[in-house]
T-cell receptor, first 116, second 116 residues
Framework: SQKIEQNSEALNIQEGKTATLTCNYT??????LQWYRQDPGRGPVFLLL?????KEKRKERLKVTFDTTLKQSLFHITASQPADSATYLC???????????????FGKGTRLHILP | GAVVSQHPSRVICKSGTSVKIECRSLDFQATTMFWYRQFPKKSLMLMAT?????????EQGVEKDKFLINHASLTLSTLTVTSAHPEDSSFYICSASAGLAGETQYFGPGTRLLVL
């Protein structure tokens, strides 16, 4: 079955450093991947979407890559701040072009702690 | 843009009562709305997918008669937890999608339900 795997359940990074989170996908070649941020007791917030033909996408201090050879997306936060501490979710959105009954698949998330 | 509201944000009810949660897309028309449940420090669990004007599609293991979903318009979906029991206590989150390619989901802030 198709899987989205975020192998790191938690990650501690020193403030100011770059945080890198990993998302691997198996048994599927998604056309898109998404990254969301979720704070405790809140719904997820959409951050970035990257298409399979885009190697890299940036938004302010965020950068996402999509490597179809490694079947992997990396999510980077540069110059990390304590306010970046949250759970980050990787997701493969529904692909109804290929499968009308398709569903979004979320990874389990990585809890990122930026240490002051 | 792309704001989704949820009401109420928190509800406490007695066992046996029914609780209705509203999800609204405030500035776009949502062709599809999704309902999720999330336990503490666990990943999102999709409960059902609803398209405006049609019956919701429930995930395996989710009781249709227990969790009634009505998607009355392109901006409003409701989830009613009928005859609530303490094991229904959870964090319920809705999301809405405009159905575009890559299908970003915009999440509501969530509703914390506590059944006594």
């Amino acid at each position: 079955s198709q899987k989205i795997e975020q192998n790191s359940e938690a990650l501690n990074i020193q403030e100011g450093k770059t945080a890198t989170l990993t998302c691997n996908y198996t048994n599927y070649s998604p056309a898109y991947l998404q990254w969301y941020r979720q704070d405790p007791g809140r719904g997820p917030v959409f951050l970035l979407l990257i298409r399979e033909n885009e190697k890299e996408k940036r938004k302010e201090r965020l950068k996402v890559t999509f490597d179809t050879t490694l079947k992997q997306s990396l999510f980077h936060i540069t110059a990390s701040q304590p306010a970046d501490s949250a759970t980050y979710l990787c997701a493969r959105p529904r692909d109804r072009w290929r499968n009308r009954d398709d569903k979004i698949i979320f990874g389990k998330g990585t809890r990122l702690h930026i240490l002051p | 843009g792309a704001v989704v509201s949820q009401h109420p944000s928190r509800v406490i009810c007695k066992s046996g009562t029914s609780v209705k949660i509203e999800c609204r897309s405030l500035d776009f028309q949502a062709t599809t709305m999704f309902w999720y449940r999330q336990f503490p420090k666990k990943s999102l669990m999709l409960m059902a997918t609803s398209n405006e004007g049609s019956k919701a599609t429930y995930e395996q293991g989710v009781e249709k008669d227990k969790f009634l979903i009505n998607h009355a318009s392109l901006t409003l979906s409701t989830l009613t937890v009928t005859s609530a029991h303490p094991e229904d206590s959870s964090f319920y989150i809705c999301s809405a999608s405009a159905g575009l390619a890559g299908e970003t989901q915009y999440f509501g802030p969530g509703t914390r339900l506590l059944v006594l």
